[in-house]
């Protein structure tokens, strides 16, 4: 779909005659308003969006208008119309988010569950009759994977396992009240309208996995700066270990994780290989013989000094998952590339981006993907993830009985020498 004929489409919205004066009901959602988003959402795609095929965004944008311009579409049809747009990107930083429909359809479903060995698996519950480590089957009488397939159009994620991951941690795709049926034929009732709170924990923690010789780090966030502070003096209490054990599965990111990183590397280390898109400028790249192709800018990083000497330079092992992303995945891949530790556990989530956000008056946010990492060899990442030495993951058994076999895996390793 040409631009200009979008620009018509929207000024012709804009001077439809407006509705009879009345009091709106909480839910709806002016036609003015709309339009004025969907032309944010459009620009702001094809600008910053690397990899972007415009050909293919505009013929979802136009389905995406067809959805969003009529007469009966109220606020969360809108919202989910453009969660759904924007999730065609296949992008786990490029999404849209309102305040309004997390308040009034967001109640959270109180556990969390993701494919493990094929099975729907519970990770995290916040529910007395759904345990860690139970499975599921269906969801209100329909196999939950197909219950996942029909809402993966709503769910961002830059792979489908990175959508799996969000999948029930994305509210708005479930009913108020449904039933999960778990292995073994036990159903259980499940109402979000009930008050729960997930709140995912924020302190660094530390001990001796073995007295003297193997220390243990866990980091959950990036998020400012106390986390990592509180990392580096557990490892300055365990300077003499042979061993010590980083843990980051989990971990969201959210910060800059650049102090922590810094500290433990003991050898000049690369960064991303940083890839955007070129838009305008002097020589008018978008007006050129490929469009709609879009060139592209890349940036290699220059190699960074560690400082000296580290504060802890003995054996380091990772413990990494699918829930190792953003700025952990940042964090990690340095570890990877130069050999500086050992990553056990899963290959980490495969999304990471600089992003361009808009926040509206009215409580929605646009977030858009604005850089693709690649490794510093080219290769991909996105989508991808980074990669384990040694790959381990709990069973649903495992879970059950609380084993962290990857923690297991681990300290077998320290152990070695």
Not at 230 to 254: C, M, Q, S, W, Y
Not at 382 to 400: F, M, R
Request: hydrophobic share 40%.
């Amino acid at each position: 779909m040409p631009a200009v004929w979008i620009a018509l489409v929207l000024l012709a919205a804009l001077r439809t005659p407006p509705d009879p004066p009345h009091t709106p009901a909480p839910e709806s959602l002016p036609l003015r308003e709309r339009v004025l988003i969907a032309a944010k959402i459009y620009h702001q795609v094809s600008t910053f969006f690397p990899e972007l095929s415009q050909k293919q965004f505009d013929e979802d944008y136009g389905g995406y208008l067809d959805e969003i311009l009529g007469d009966s579409v109220d606020r969360r049809k809108f919202d989910l119309s453009s969660m759904a747009l924007l999730a065609t990107l296949h992008d786990g930083h490029t999404w849209f988010y309102d305040d309004w429909i997390a308040r009034t359809h967001g109640q959270p479903v109180g556990f969390v569950a993701y494919p493990v060995d094929g099975r729907w698996t519970i990770v995290h519950s916040d529910i007395d009759a759904v345990a860690v480590g139970d499975v599921i089957d269906e969801i209100d009488g329909a196999p939950v994977q197909q219950v996942f397939e029909r809402s993966r159009k709503y769910i961002s994620g830059s792979s489908d396992r990175d959508a799996q991951l969000s999948f029930f941690d994305t509210p708005v795709v479930f009913p108020e009240r449904f039933t999960v049926t778990l292995d073994g034929g036990r159903r259980v009732a499940v109402d979000r309208r009930k008050d729960r709170k997930r709140e995912a924990p924020t302190a660094t923690e530390g001990r001796w996995l073995v007295e003297g010789q193997v220390g243990y780090v866990r980091i959950p966030t990036f998020h400012g700066i106390e986390t990592q502070v509180e990392a580096l003096d557990l490892f300055k209490k365990f300077h003499e270990a042979a061993a010590i054990v980083l843990d980051v599965r989990g971990n969201p990111g959210t910060g800059d994780p650049g102090i922590l990183q810094r500290a433990l590397m003991d050898k000049p280390y690369p960064m991303w290989e940083d890839h955007s898109a070129m838009h305008g400028g002097f020589l008018l790249r978008s007006y050129s013989l490929a469009y709609p192709e879009t060139p592209r800018l890349t940036v290699k990083d220059a190699t960074i000094l560690p400082r000296d000497p580290p504060v802890y330079a003995g054996r380091l092992l990772l413990l990494t998952d699918r829930g190792c992303s953003c700025a952990c995945e940042d964090f990690v891949m340095p570890f990877k590339v130069t050999r500086r530790a050992r990553l056990v556990g899963e290959a980490t989530a495969g999304s990471f981006s600089f992003t361009n956000s808009t926040r509206f008056e009215n409580g929605m946010r646009l977030n858009i993907a604005a850089v693709r990492h690649t490794f510093p060899d080219g290769s991909r990442f996105e989508g991808v993830g980074i990669a384990p030495d040694v790959e381990a993951h709990a069973t649903a058994a495992d879970l059950k009985a609380g084993k962290d076999v990857v923690l297991e895996r681990a300290l077998a390793i320290a152990r070695e020498h």
